[in-house]
């Protein structure tokens, strides 16, 4: 059984193994990468999927914001490549947009095939007076609008608004106290 649930530190070996064997040593070359850089994700919204203990899927989301118009960056989504086209994919996007949009949060954004991020309402339309802050392939830069018109008026270069992560803790997790 799959379990969906919250990330917790002790997921952070992990999480970073399975990231690394599904997207590669590029992953931290890309310009969604400089705006996690030494931040916390967004409250509630950093999840794992579990399997017989063993993390078999991550997706976080992060605060950014473009001409103070708020709103999160997805990402990365990863599944264990032994899962993969079993739905796992989908079950941590509805997840993860579902806890957004109940947190109250009016768009996110991400850079990602769209094709596959389309059955989830990603559309590369209100991105258009958008840009990362670095290289990235404008067709792959999508959005969801949670709320009516929360993007309206968003243009410019994305910026992180994120938490700054506790230097011990650049991992992008708060630490708890013992």
């Known amino acids: 059984m799959i379990t969906i649930r919250d990330e917790i530190e002790t997921d952070i070996p ?40 063993a993390v078999v899927a991550t997706v976080r989301l992060w605060h950014v914001e473009a001409a103070g118009k708020p709103a999160l960056l997805l990402g990365p989504l990863a599944v264990s ?19 957004a949009a109940c947190r109250g ?10 094709a596959y991020y389309e059955r989830f309402g990603f559309t590369p339309e209100p991105m258009a007076e ?22 309206q008026g968003a243009k410019g270069v994305l910026k992180a608004t994120g938490v700054l992560a506790p230097a011990e803790g650049a991992d992008g997790l708060r630490r708890r106290a013992a």
Request: with cysteine.
């Open 14 to 53: 992990a999480r970073e193994a399975l990231l690394d064997r599904c997207l590669g040593e590029r992953r931290t070359t890309k310009s969604s990468e400089r705006l996690r850089e030494g931040r916390l994700p967004a409250e509630g919204l950093a999840l794992t999927a579990e399997r017989d203990g």
């Open 81 to 99: 490549p032994d899962l993969q086209g079993e739905g796992l994919g989908k079950a941590m996007m509805r997840e993860a947009i579902w806890r």
């Open 105 to 114: 949060h009016g768009a996110i954004l991400l850079v990602g095939d769209a």
């Open 130 to 151: 958008l840009a990362m802050p670095g290289p990235f392939e404008r067709e792959r830069f999508l959005g969801l609008e949670l709320r009516d018109g929360a993007l």
